[in-house]
């Protein structure tokens, strides 16, 4: 017998996908509640899922698209990007979701070794890309304890300290944040781009979720030839299996835009055709389709926190922006994930460890995947198995 060809170390320390583990927890399980997954409960909008069907009999459509997207819809996008987000100087490249857009990002941004900067809790995803890339030098910089803001002094500290070792090549933060749910004000987002351009770093900012703030604030862009911005249709039009979201690049870094279609044509060569239609068709329906949907959240939003309460003032963050909110368990149960575990098992509903997000000892509960009376249902059993935690422990 042969020797048996083995697996890639990349691939054996990257982190196995959170979602994988909690779909595995379901598996059979049909009486339990979500409020783990990232989703939200509408639908693409009924005129653009129309004009989708005409458009499934074109045979261009089952053949390959350019590698940057549709003309169509990236043109749409640069007067989007240029109206809503106040980016003039950036060029568009559709990918198949936002979580293929950082893959491509990381490819093109960073070599294996390299040092990268993240804050907890961070995106899990995020994380994993850099970890199946082989960049394994994850810096993981702190949150403000009452805010969750990036600690901008220990970036900058961080980016400034000459102790032999390389700056690191890019700091990411996603705003609003996934998982904390927490919104970085405009203030903070300049001066950790102001850093990064002082050091030489690149700044990439995931906003998928600009269109989810609530409370009056209000989402905002940065722009600069060392800034990437990231965004997604999944959650705002409910295109989620869909998977279409695109990259703004700064036009101004010649050769980038060249770099990224290396990486975009060995990975999708172009996201799916279909895709990109309903995403063209999608933007007719406006941000004043989103807001609608979005402003119902709000009220879901509450039922959740309030079915939090039993773990005590304070325990509870975010919900300023994106669908989550971000709850510190008691300190007697650091293993979250038995927590997680208990919780689906002992009361049917389901929510996700922190400790896939460098935050141990936490849960993140989304509150976008269902209508309020579902919400209130799950909230119900969420506070249940919360009171019994807090007053009993996991009982068996």
Known sequence: MGTQAKLSRRALETDKPVM?????????????????????????????????????????????????????????????????????????????????????????????????????????????????????????????????QPDVDWLEKTLSEKNGKPVPKLVTVVNPGNPSGIFIPQPIIQRISD???????????????????????????????????????????????????????????????????????????????????????????GPGWIKERVETLAKNREILREALSPLGDGAVKGGEGAIYLWARLPERFSDDFEVVRWLLNRHGVVVIPGSSSGGHGHIRISFGGLKEDDCLAAAQRLKRGLEELTSKGMVQ
């Open 195 to 285: 850093i990064c351009k002082s050091a030489g770093v690149w700044l990439v900012v995931d906003n998928t979720y600009e269109y989810f703030m609530y409370d009056g604030l209000k989402h905002y862009c940065i722009e600069d030839s060392h800034i990437v911005n990231v965004f997604s249709f999944s959650k705002v039009y409910g295109m989620m299996g869909w998977r279409v979201g695109y990259i703004a690049y700064p036009s101004e870094v010649e050769g980038l835009g060249e770099q990224l279609l290396k990486v975009q044509d060995n990975i999708p060569i172009c996201a799916s055709l279909i895709g990109q239609h309903l995403a063209l068709y999608s933007l007719e329906a």
């Open 20 to 148: 994988v583990q909690i779909q595995e927890l379901l598996r059979g399980r049909k009486d339990a509640i979500s409020l783990a997954q990232g989703v939200v409960y509408w639908q693409p909008p009924e005129a653009a899922l129309e004009k989708v069907k005409q458009v499934v009999w074109d045979p261009l459509v089952s053949r390959y698209g350019a590698d940057e997207g549709l003309p169509e819809l990236r043109k749409e996008l640069l007067k989007k990007l240029s109206l809503e987000n106040k980016l003039n100087k950036s060029s568009v490249m559709v990918t198949a979701g936002a979580n293929q857009a950082f893959v491509n990002l990381v490819l093109t941004l960073c070599d294996a070794g390299d040092s990268v900067v993240m804050f907890a809790p961070y995106y899990f995803n995020a994380y994993m890309s850099f970890q199946m890339t082989g960049v394994t030098d994850i810096i993981v910089g702190p949150g403000d304890p009452q805010t969750l």
